[in-house]
């Protein structure tokens, strides 16, 4: 079994992870920004009893990161296995958000994540074995309008690991993705209204789909399951798309051109809603929800 220390573990995919591959065997090291303001891994690992250790850890501090590793390399002798997971993810048109927002989302979800793998490199280099695991997303292939901030930080992850996948391979080292599509985790509860005064109305159709589907509660504990199969080589793949949505988002975009892809953006609500019922979602009740009154 081995050793994994996991990003962002206070609720969703990360805290799933930890629980599940802790009941699996492995000895489990997981880490969040502020452990006292996330009791509920720590309760569930003493009732338990599993082998998880809490640890906190910023991805977004170079000392915070160094630090964290430097920890589980004290007490466990080496990382086998990092899972990269801490990530933000805001929506918003181009133009109306904030500098600031951009900057985190990439400080968070791009350099969060090349910050732990450069910590852990150098243990897996030497000793020629090791995985890196990135929860990425289907953002990082689709890109759809009013998620750009998201979806530039998941891209940028998806060229960063395919370059790292091709240094590292010939020491020993596997580097896989994971491309979640819509996931029942807190992060849909944190979605933003559309702004009031915005220019950008059309916005609301992205805040309605990722609603409907997460009305379809597909669980954290899915990716959690792909985590394991890829330690267990019963998937052998570079990217891994999963959730209900994943491989069928994946899919349609890849039949399509960009210049269709990008003009689809354009056509009314109902042409809209029409195409969102042919993929078996409902999203005239959220779409109402999230519409911009004048």
Known sequence: MSTILITGCSTGIGFAAA???ARSGHTVYATMRNPQ??????QLTKQNNLPITILPMDVDSDESVKSAVAEVVAQAGQVDVLVNN?????????EEVSMDVFQAVMQTNYFGTLRCIQAVLPGMRKRRSGCIITISSVAGKLYSPFHSAYCASKAAVEALSESLAGE????GIRVALIQPGVIDTPIIDKLEEVPAQTNYPNQARLLAYLKTSAGQHVPASVVAEVIQDILTGERSGFRNPTGADGPVLLGWRAALTDEDWIASAGVDDETWIAGM????MDVRPQLAAFAVVK
């Open 168 to 171: 590292v391979g010939p020491l």
């Open 277 to 280: 019922a042919q993929m078996g």
């Open 19 to 21: 629980e599940f591959l």
């Open 37 to 42: 303001r996330s009791p509920e891994l720590a």
């Open 86 to 94: 801490a990530g933000i993810g805001p929506t918003g048109a181009v």
